[in-house]
């Protein structure tokens, strides 16, 4: 072969190639998730291959999906949540097609399987009463995500309302002001031991504590104890409240921002989650994909033993009106949930100065200016304890206040905004100075959690060893949820959170929204 033909056969398969290249592009797809669907990523990957189509997934809570939907979904091609509610909550300008339910799964109870027989809740029907009964014995607590940031618990919440009310038909603006409803309510929530702002954290939470039960999805809890019985540990027993049972539809629909491939791209992907398939392999993962019951196959996924029962016709509560929903998220942020006691530790180091001080001011205002923290459902109730350290590598100041009223909230944010940045980082004496302070009051009347945030390494005059020895003679079940922002070390953050039962989140490119989202925690 000549030099000349031999450069041609290589410049003709450089072509081909790039013409192959330019073929096989795969359109992306961005979806907007709730954090459920992290259980089904290995079937999304298979649904990549399948298709063709390329699908970045991006978890958010509940009350986030709607703001996002607000505004437009823009960055979003679709949107996936746990409840057509926050789709027709936050779709306002009508941009979501073609949703259809992906999956369901019920909204239970799961209580450790002794407990549940000791309480009688293994024989029969167990009513949302029956539970309360055995909270204002003492004989029950339990781990619920919070109805203000969570499908899971707004979906509960809903329930519970609707028990209460004895109601059949969906709850009007009437009905949340009667007599005596709200007091319940307050009793019931007394209940809760924890809190968060994810169902999937939440169980991740569970199985890392000691707790008595959870509300979570059903699905989640048969993934719960499928890593109980793995590790030896008693295996949770699944309750279905009749009286006040909701079910999440996990609808995905389309969010048309005017791009045609996108749109046959999602019906691609939307046609091979719900083809028989795909059906079959989200039903092997604890979920239901219809109201009635599983496939002989999957069946065995569904284990009895645990309580959960195939064969139960599903009778969801319906979901009231947007506006009466709104109404009843609002009360339960400001009067019905559990108060919470909350310090946050806040950095004020040198590497603070400027942008870093600028945007952790604004943090604290959209938590405690009241008007603020309305847009994101994280009011304060008024029997709520809110306190502040402000540190550097010494304490320049530690507040309570004694009342959460707008007044005294605004004033602690005007501490917050009084304080300039300077100085090394010590977090460790901030978050023992955070336990001190929370010495004096009975934990089991509040969701308490210390929120630190630093940008920094430590390197005062303390360390970790400190903080554990300092914790354990304290003997509060106190979690420490910190926020990771700039420089700061994560590796110190991790060891502070996983010895508490906390979280880390990341605050490096949003500090504000990471703030947000850990005070949905408590």
Not at 222 to 242: C, D, F, H, K, T
Not at 318 to 324: K, L, T
Not at 414 to 440: C, F, H, P
Not at 477 to 503: M, W
Request: aromatic residues 8%; hydrophobic residues 35%; charged residues 25%.
């Amino acid at each position: 072969m000549t030099q000349k033909k031999t450069i041609l056969r290589l410049a003709a398969c450089a072509l081909l190639g790039l013409l192959l290249c330019g073929c096989g592009e795969r359109t992306e797809l961005q979806i907007l998730s709730g954090s459920e669907n992290q259980e089904l990523e290995e079937i999304l990957e298979d649904c990549e291959k399948e298709t063709g189509v390329r699908i970045r997934m991006t978890y958010k809570g509940s009350v986030d999906i709607m703001r996002s939907l607000q505004a437009g979904g823009e960055g979003y091609d679709a949107v996936w949540p746990a409840s057509s509610m926050w789709i027709s909550l936050g779709d306002e300008a009508h941009k979501v097609k073609y949703a259809q339910s992906i999956s369901t799964t019920p909204v239970v109870f799961g209580i450790r399987k002794s407990l549940a027989q000791e309480l009688g809740f293994t024989e029969g029907n167990v009513s949302v009463k029956d539970l309360l009964a055995a909270i204002e014995a003492g004989n029950l607590s339990f781990c619920m995500t919070s109805a203000t940031q969570s499908n899971s618990g707004a979906s509960a919440y809903i329930g519970f309302l609707a028990a209460f009310l004895g109601k059949e038909g969906a709850i009007t603006e009437e009905d949340l002001q009667k007599e005596g409803l709200q007091e319940e309510m307050r009793r019931f929530f007394s209940g809760v031991e924890r809190s968060s702002g994810s169902s999937d954290w939440l169980k991740d939470m569970f199985l890392e504590g000691n707790y008595d039960a959870m509300v979570n999805y059903e699905c989640l809890m048969i993934s719960a104890n499928e890593q109980l019985e793995a590790a030896g540990r008693e295996p949770l027993y699944v309750v279905y409240p009749y009286d006040g049972l909701s079910i999440a539809d996990s609808p995905l629909g389309y969010l048309d921002q005017g791009d045609e491939k996108k749109e046959e791209a999602f019906l691609k992907v939307q046609e091979y989650l719900l083809s028989d398939k795909a059906q079959e392999a989200i039903e092997a993962t604890g979920r239901r994909t219809g109201y009635g019951g599983v496939s002989e196959k999957n069946r065995p996924v569904f284990k009895p033993e645990w309580g959960i029962d195939v064969d139960r016709i599903l009778s969801p509560i319906p979901m009231p009106e947007g506006s009466v929903l709104m109404d009843a998220l609002n009360l339960y942020q400001t009067q019905l949930r559990k108060p919470s006691l909350t310090v946050y530790c806040l950095d004020y180091s040198g590497s603070m100065t400027g942008e870093g001080r600028e945007q952790l001011v604004e943090a604290m205002g959209t938590i405690l200016i009241q008007d603020e923290a309305a847009k994101y459902l994280l009011q304060a109730r008024e029997e709520e304890m809110n306190g502040a350290v402000l540190f550097d590598d010494t304490i320049l100041e530690a507040k309570m206040l004694e009342h959460s009223g707008r007044r005294e909230l605004e004033q602690l944010y005007g501490l917050v905004e009084s304080y300039s940045a300077g100085g090394g980082t010590d977090i460790y004496q901030a978050a023992i100075r955070a336990l001190e302070m929370m010495k004096g009051y009975d934990l089991s009347q509040y969701t308490p959690a210390i929120i630190l945030m630093t940008d920094g390494q430590s390197n005062g005059a303390m360390d970790f060893e400190d903080f554990q020895a300092a914790y354990d003679q304290a003997g509060l079940d106190v979690p420490v949820f910190s926020i990771l922002f700039g420089d700061a070390r994560e590796g110190q953050l991790k060891e502070l959170v996983s010895y508490t039962n906390g979280r880390v989140f990341d605050g490096t490119d949003d500090l504000i929204g990471a703030f947000r989202s850990v005070k949905g925690y408590n």
